[in-house]
């Protein structure tokens, strides 16, 4: 099976913690070794927060700090690389081309970020979209896609799983909210639509939940159907 894996970069290293990280090589290293072709996109998380905020108050505009978190995700992509060792391309792909050919020859290309105005959410679903693949999981903080933002509404409730279509309008009711926080983005939740892929949304604090979606095809996150549903 072809898989995409997105890791959030407060998943992946909330403390620039080593053994973190190398409990997500773990992973990607046992998902090759069940004959599984896998690619990674990686995100920015607080680290790249803390540097836009801080560019921010020196007067960076919004393409300067675009171009920052993009750095920042690649530095945590080349943390990843690093634990993996010669089962990754040596450095993050910044093309999807690239990214791409590095995939089919059987290397594991880590991505940060690509474009400005182009979060890893996007990143993960194009990538995806590009090598046709049969999975795509968004490891992230929050346990799966819900009715609305649950840091801002108690009553908000989380979706077993959806359809393509319906996931782009719930996640742009959850945008429209100012301050909201989606679980993934608009533009990805349309490439996955577009693309018809088959996606999951979980919680990717312990590594091995990623593990147990793909191997045995066992979450307690959301799953993404392809299509227009019922």
């Known amino acids: 099976m072809k898989v995409v894996v997105s890791i959030g970069g407060s998943v992946l290293a909330p403390d620039l913690d080593p053994e973190r990280v190398r409990a997500y090589?773990?992973?990607?290293?046992?998902?090759?070794?069940?004959?599984?072709?896998v690619g990674v996109v990686v995100g920015g998380g607080t680290v790249a927060r803390d540097y836009i905020d801080s560019a921010r108050e020196l007067g960076a505009?919004?393409?300067?700090?675009d171009q920052?978190?993009?750095?920042?995700?690649r530095l945590n992509a080349r943390l990843l690389i690093a634990a993996l060792g010669e089962a990754a391309a040596p450095t993050p792909p910044e093309t999807y081309e690239d990214a791409g050919a590095a995939f089919h020859r059987g290397d594991v290309p880590v991505m940060g970020g690509v474009a400005a105005a182009q979060t890893t959410d996007a990143v993960s679903a194009a990538l995806a979209e590009y090598v046709n693949a049969d999975l795509l999981v968004?490891?992230?903080?929050?346990?799966g896609v819900f009715s609305a933002d649950p840091n801002e509404h108690d009553d908000?409730?989380?979706?077993?799983?959806?359809?393509?279509t319906d996931l782009v309008d719930v996640i742009a009711d959850i945008e429209m909210a100012a301050g909201s926080n989606a679980p993934v983005d608009l533009l990805a939740a349309k490439v996955i639509q577009?693309?018809?892929?088959?996606?999951?949304?979980?919680?990717?604090?312990?590594?091995e939940t990623v593990e147990r979606a793909i191997l045995d095809d066992h979450h307690d996150g959301t799953e993404i159907v392809p299509g227009d549903g019922a």
């Open 156 to 164: 908000a409730t989380k979706y077993t799983d959806l359809s393509a």
């Open 138 to 143: 968004y490891a992230t903080s929050v346990p």
């Open 68 to 73: 920052l978190g993009i750095g920042v995700t």
């Open 194 to 207: 577009r693309a018809n892929l088959r996606a999951v949304v979980l919680d990717g604090t312990d590594p």
């Open 25 to 37: 090589a773990d992973v990607v290293e046992s998902l090759l070794a069940a004959g599984h072709r």
């Open 61 to 65: 505009n919004e393409m300067q700090l």
